[in-house]
């Protein structure tokens, strides 16, 4: 079982920064399409970004794009996601997940892997 541990949420006001990280253990990290996914209360749990095995080839949802950036450190096992100009509804317990397939995915039934997730909280 890989575990994967997310740090970096907080409470912040709109228009400010944060960097949320994932970190693992897991020795074949670097084997993983690594993903960022949110959810906020009432709603479905939603695609933020994922980054390929290299870390040379990104995908990010529409509505976070130029806002958001997904890079990956795998000599230190971790995953980073870089959150600028936040607004309220990036208000969210924020996820990242681990794929061991090849394609790029969207679609939290492609991950096999899930941290217990950060808290984001942005005030207006």
């Known amino acids: 079982q890989v575990q994967l541990v997310e740090s970096g949420g907080g409470l912040v006001q709109a228009g400010g920064s944060l960097r949320l990280s994932c970190a693992t253990s897991?020795?074949?990290?670097?084997?993983?399409?690594m993903g960022w996914f949110r959810q906020a209360p009432g709603k479905e749990r939603e695609f933020v970004a994922a980054?390929?095995?290299?870390?040379?080839?990104?995908y990010y949802a529409d509505s976070v794009k130029g806002r958001f950036t997904i890079s990956r450190d795998n000599a230190n096992n971790t995953v980073f996601l870089q959150i600028r100009n936040l607004k309220p509804e990036d208000t969210a317990v924020y996820y990242c997940a681990a794929e061991t397939g090849r394609l790029l995915s969207r679609n939290p039934r492609s991950y096999d892997y899930w941290g217990q997730g950060t808290q984001v909280t942005v005030s207006s």
């Open positions: 897991e020795r074949t990290f670097s084997s993983y399409i």
């Open positions: 980054i390929i095995r290299s870390g040379d080839s990104t």
